[in-house]
């Protein structure tokens, strides 16, 4: 059974930073993208950056191109965004996601696997 767990989400003034992570368990095989997803209330679920398993490719919404860095730590099946320059405009829910297959993919529709999400609130 494959489970996902968000962590470090939090209150944080504009301008601060944060880091997510994300542990990944169950998942078969050695290869499977995954990525960062965000829902603020009242809009639908937006991608915000993916990263390949090998770490080589990585993709980014160009709303935090600069300012957001995803990492992954393949030994330990874990995955990571590093949140800089935040605005107030970042506050959302932060889902992490876990692809089938190994190439990156910006929309939620292909992914399979979702943590429950957690809570970034970046006040002005």
């Known amino acids: 059974q494959v489970r996902v767990v968000e962590s470090g989400g939090g209150l944080v003034q504009a301008g601060g930073s944060l880091r997510l992570s994300c542990a990944a368990s169950g998942l078969s095989g050695s290869s499977k993208a995954m990525g960062w997803f965000r829902q603020a209330p009242g809009h639908e679920r937006e991608f915000v950056a993916t990263d390949s398993r090998s770490g080589i490719t990585s993709q980014y919404a160009d709303s935090v191109k600069g300012r957001f860095t995803i990492s992954r730590d393949n030994a330990r099946n874990t995955l990571a965004l590093q949140m800089n320059s935040l605005k107030p405009e970042d506050t959302a829910v932060y889902y992490c996601?876990?692809?089938?297959?190994?190439?990156?993919?910006?929309?939620?529709?292909?992914?399979?696997?979702w943590g429950q999400g957690t809570q970034v609130t970046v006040s002005s």
């Open positions: 996601a876990a692809r089938d297959v190994s190439t990156i993919y910006d929309k939620a529709d292909g992914y399979r696997y």
